[in-house]
């Protein structure tokens, strides 16, 4: 043909890694190597009476006392073999075991968000998954929320719209999450019912006129909050970048500016410290 390849030191490095990686998952799954970590998002406007706690689990490997791989570098591997439906499902259920500690322990009321990947939501049985794990681990409606990317929705919009209508059946908050990454936002929204919308950091990036970027995303806010859909603005960090989301009536702010994810005791730790970070 006409194409030319390529190779270097660096990618067979990077392809020795991978399959370094791949051969691992399983037993690392199996050692619970892999641990949640949970991201704070903040409310920004008032608190409503019996109002939860919320929180993004993201996984983290770790191995000999070190974090041994970032989600950057392994989710796309998974995607890609296959793997990822085990490690959802792991984290998904480790969501769970955490609320139940969590309600042992007389902690405040709290919702955890779980990412879901495309691979996982068009899995048979998925459901009924979602369904078995929450029943198990005693979990209450609202206790866990599901965040799908705006590509489910594009590449499978009829399975996906029924999976939304189970999910909320059963009592599962749905996120769509990177939204504004996608192809597709504004069609997205109009026809699918999920309950919150998270901003990707995309449209917070200092970039071209401010004004304009300000524009849209007050009529996003806007179009959201008519929708009855809540608003996570993701990937925030600085304070002035909060005061504005405020103003623009955000609900929720998630982002180093906060809090990076913390492992579960220091995230408890946070909570009991400052869990009402700068409300008004
Ligand atoms: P995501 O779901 O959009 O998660 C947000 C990512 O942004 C996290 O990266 C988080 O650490 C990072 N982040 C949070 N605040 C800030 C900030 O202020 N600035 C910047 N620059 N970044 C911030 P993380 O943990 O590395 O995860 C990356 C992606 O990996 C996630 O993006 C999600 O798509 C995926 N992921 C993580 N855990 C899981 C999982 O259990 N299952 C699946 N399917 N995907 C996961
Ligand atoms: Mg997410
Ligand atoms: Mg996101």
Not at 212 to 226: D, F, G, H, T
Request: charged content about 30%; some cysteine.
């Amino acid at each position: 043909g006409s194409q030319i390849g390529f190779y270097s030191k660096a990618l067979r490095e990077n392809i020795l890694r991978e399959m370094l990686l791949e051969s691992e998952m399983q037993d690392s799954l199996k050692r619970d190597e892999f641990q949640i970590y949970l991201q704070p998002q903040v409310l920004l406007g008032s608190r409503r009476a019996g109002e939860r706690l919320r929180a993004e689990a993201l996984v983290r490997w770790w191995r000999d006392g070190r974090m041994y791989a970032l989600p950057d570098e392994f989710i796309g591997l998974f995607e890609r073999n296959g793997s990822i439906v085990d490690l959802d499902y792991y984290v998904m259920r480790k969501a769970c075991e955490l609320l139940q500690f969590w309600r042992a322990n007389g902690l405040p009321p709290l919702c955890i968000a779980v990412n879901v990947s495309p691979l996982t939501m068009r899995q048979a049985g998925f459901e009924d998954y979602c369904c078995r794990i929450k029943r198990e681990h005693g979990v209450e409606d609202g206790e866990i929320e599901l965040e799908f990317t705006e590509s489910i929705a594009v590449q499978d919009y009829e399975l996906f719209r029924s999976v939304l209508d189970r999910l909320h059946a059963e009592g599962f908050v749905c996120a769509m999450d990177d939204f504004g990454t996608g192809q597709s936002s504004l069609n997205v929204i109009q026809s699918l019912k999920v309950d919150v919308l998270k901003l990707d950091r995309l449209f917070f990036a200092p970039k071209g006129e401010p004004e304009r970027q300000r524009i849209v995303l007050a009529a996003i806010l806007s179009l959201a909050r008519q929708l009855h859909m809540s608003t996570v603005a993701e990937g925030i960090e600085d304070e002035a970048q909060v005061e504005e989301l405020r103003e623009l009536g955000c609900d929720y702010v998630q982002g180093f500016v906060v809090s990076k994810p913390l492992p579960v005791r220091e995230y408890i730790a946070w909570i009991e410290g400052k869990g009402t970070w700068k409300q008004k």
